[in-house]
């Protein structure tokens, strides 16, 4: 083979790549994946992992045969259980998928269908098998069972981790495939919910025999779940072996960077103290490792939190409360997403939302930019009750920022027509060159360059796509930002370049940032307050560097000793 070998498996693997190549359309230089070879045996869990735009889930795609049209896919070999794919037809592929080899997706959402019932939903993939005692005994063992629970709920009304779960026990039950590719299935959720997805999957792959290709930015997910694991770097695999060997010793200078920086934040599935040596070690005859390459970036120091002498907040929200399903007969039971939630923020300020899975953050950061109609309470910002009906300036205080920016933006279109189009439906500029004038210096604010304008969204990479999405929302001038999980499936070195420009942004425009996230490194690093959300209520608030150090509620308590891994929530259940 002319690119990286995979270390031999006993046995025909179940998956053989060969000098994999992607290349995108009108792109130019080298591919976006180049001569790429790994192999993945029977039962095992073969990790991919690398930083936003090295190339990951674009070899994701193509083994699973989703690779978008126009995208060229060569391969001197692309074999699944001794079968060439590569002289597959599409209809052969579209048969072999799912059935042979099933995908989970990174955005749970976009597997399950919005508005049909979850029961029904199942009665799609699973038929008369849903009421059968082996399919319940099955879910019983893998710990799915109460699944039977919400057969009426739709997916909405589920957490991030329960729909992940969800799409997990389908793809892997629907039709038994003997190889499950995941692409980042957990990283938009928290340490909680995460664990339950990795352990879902783990009882899937002993009780069925699943091989597991598993695509993901965090190298400590990968020590917890892989037996081998391949980094990639700029589009090529740059170093594969047993997950105990990379850990304890990396030989790439980018390999060493991912776990030196694993080493350095604290992360819900530690690195076991016996695959892991105290200071990544230089290759032999290669340089040392620069300073840098131990820790993350420092960010700019947040800014003081607003003094009694303040003018009055930009945001005021008064017992905002919302209520989800038809309560009587025939109605579905309802539910309490957000409960008489108050909350205020002055301008410039960062105050970052924080809680588990299902506690009701989404839903809240809907409310405040009203994609959703509150049951109760108010919202003001800058003075301006804003109602269930807002004007075109009511839409431009206040601009949400998603966690999966693919969904936000028109997939057929290139970026700088999705942003001038932004700009024409405000009505902010008359010409179409005052339009590209605006799109340009908006694009520059985020870091990016008049070259990111002519890719369409499928040629970039998860950090670009998450500041174009951010260039977007300046275009209107908001005087609040807020940003939902718009961190969560990044790697530590583009997440640090993301939160970087949501600091620049502040100090410059004097924005006010409400950061939903679950990750607390994230809230650490950039916020001035923290409110901590539970069951759709603030439970506890403040100055971020107080509730970390010293939290004074049970729900808070759990989160931070959730962070810091499995020897502190330990701590913390005994005391």
Sequence with gaps: MAGTTAEGVAGEPL???????????????????????????RGEAFGLIGQSGSGKSTVCRAVAGLSPPGVAVDAVGLAFDGVDLTVMSAAERRALRGRRIAMVPQASMTALSPTTTIGRQLRWYFGDRLASSELRETLRSIGMEAVFDRLDALPSELSGGQRQRLVVTIAALAHRPSLLVADEPTTNLDVSAQGQVLDLLGRLRARLGLSLLYVTHDLAVVAGLCDRVGVMYQGRLVEVGPVAALLAGPRHPHSRRLVAA????????????????????????????????????????????????????????????????????????EVVAVDGVSLSMAGGEIVALVGESGSGKTTLARLLVGLVEPTGGTVEVAGRR??????????????????????????????????????????????????????????????????????????????????????RALLVSPKLLVLDEVTASLDTETKTVVLDVLCDLRDDLDLALLVVTHELDVARRVADRVAVLQAGRIVESGAAARVFSSPTHPATRRLVADAAGPAARSRAAEG
Excluded: C, I, W
């Design 15 to 41: 998956l053989a790549v060969e000098d994999l190549s992607v290349r995108y359309p009108g792109a130019a230089g080298r591919p976006a994946v180049d001569r790429v070879s790994f192999t993945v045996g």
């Design 262 to 333: 694993a080493r350095a934040m604290p992360r819900p599935v530690a690195l076991a103290a016996s695959r892991t040596a105290a200071t990544p070690a230089a290759p032999e005859g290669g340089p040392p490792l620069p300073p840098s390459a131990l820790s993350p970036p420092a960010l700019s120091p947040p800014a003081p939190p607003p003094s009694a002498l303040s003018p009055p907040p930009l945001l005021v929200v008064d017992g905002l409360t919302k209520r989800f399903g038809r309560p009587g007969p025939g109605g579905r039971p």
């Design 386 to 471: 804003l109602g269930a009906a807002r004007t075109a300036e009511d839409r431009r205080l206040v601009q949400l920022v998603t966690q999966d920016p693919r969904s936000a933006l028109n997939r057929r279109y290139r970026v700088g027509r999705a942003l001038e189009q932004a700009v024409a439906v405000h009505h902010l500029a008359g010409s179409a060159d005052d339009r590209r004038s605006m799109v340009r210096r908006s694009v520059a604010r985020v870091g990016l360059t008049t070259e990111h304008l002519d890719r369409r969204p499928r040629a970039l990479s998860g950090g670009e796509l998450a500041r174009v999405v951010l260039a």
